[in-house]
Nanobody, 114 residues
Framework: QVQLVESGGGLVQPGGSLRLSCAAS????????MGWYRQAPGKERELVASIISGGSTNYADSVKGRFTISRDNAKNTVYLQMNSLKPEDTAVYYC????????WGQGTQVTVSS
């Protein structure tokens, strides 16, 4: 059974940083496309960043240069380092494993506010 557990969310001031973690079990993060998505109130869920099995990464234009996706194969965990956070980054962040057939984590709230 595949399980994804996100952590690391919280309240941060504009300009601050957070690192989200997604610990996977049941499947290997390095053998699957892993993605971070977010959903703000009243908006659709959107892709923030992804990393494929070969290691190539992709980012939404809105986060390029500020966010970095990475993985630790030994810990079977994917990370999202978020720097220079803005109020518009406020959302629930979800981890996803897989591409055609996929699994979601439960989400972690990120709030950027002064």
């Amino acid at each position: 059974q595949v399980q994804l557990v996100e952590s690391g969310g919280g309240l941060v001031q504009p300009g601050g940083s957070l690192r989200l973690s997604c610990a996977a079990s049941g499947r290997s993060v390095n053998a699957n496309t892993m993605g971070w998505y977010r959903q703000a109130p009243g908006k659709e869920r959107e892709l923030v960043a992804s990393i494929i099995s070969g290691g190539s990464t992709n980012y939404a234009d809105s986060v390029k240069g500020r966010f970095t996706i990475s993985r630790d194969n030994a810990k079977n965990t994917v990370y999202l380092q978020m720097n220079s956070l803005k109020p518009e980054d406020t959302a629930v962040y979800y981890c996803r494993l897989g591409l055609t057939y996929y699994y979601w984590g439960q989400g972690t709230q990120v709030t950027v506010s002064s």
